[in-house]
């Protein structure tokens, strides 16, 4: 069955980085287009990053210039390289494809703190 599981959270203070990973499985990862998405508490689950079968990347406003979504087909992982990190960044991150959604994974916990 499809298992999507995320890793890389955890407590960082504000201006700094993480590096999240997405290990997918059980689907042709390598034809999929992918995302990472966030959920505030509180908020809807929303998309921040996504990256095509072909490479193309694209980026909601609130982090443009900051995030960086990758993929490594070999390894059936998604990347997410976030920089510059503020307050507003606190969420579950999870990742799932971009067009077809499977089974949600357990997401990684980001938070941005003083």
């Known amino acids: 069955q499809v298992q999507l599981v995320e890793s890389g959270g955890g407590l960082v203070q504000p201006g700094g980085s993480l590096r999240l990973s997405c290990a997918a499985s059980?689907?042709?990862?390598?034809?999929?287009?992918m995302g990472w998405y966030r959920q505030a508490p509180g908020k809807q689950r929303e998309l921040v990053a996504s990256i095509t079968v072909g490479g193309s990347t694209n980026y909601v406003d609130s982090v443009k210039g900051r995030f960086s979504i990758s993929r490594d087909n070999a390894k059936n992982t998604v990347y997410l390289q976030m920089n510059s990190l503020k307050p507003e960044d606190t969420a579950v991150y999870y990742c799932?494809?971009?067009?077809?959604?499977?089974?949600w994974g357990q997401g990684t916990q980001v938070t941005v703190s003083s």
């Open positions: 799932n494809g971009l067009y077809r959604k499977f089974a």
């Open positions: 059980g689907f042709t990862f390598s034809v999929a287009g």
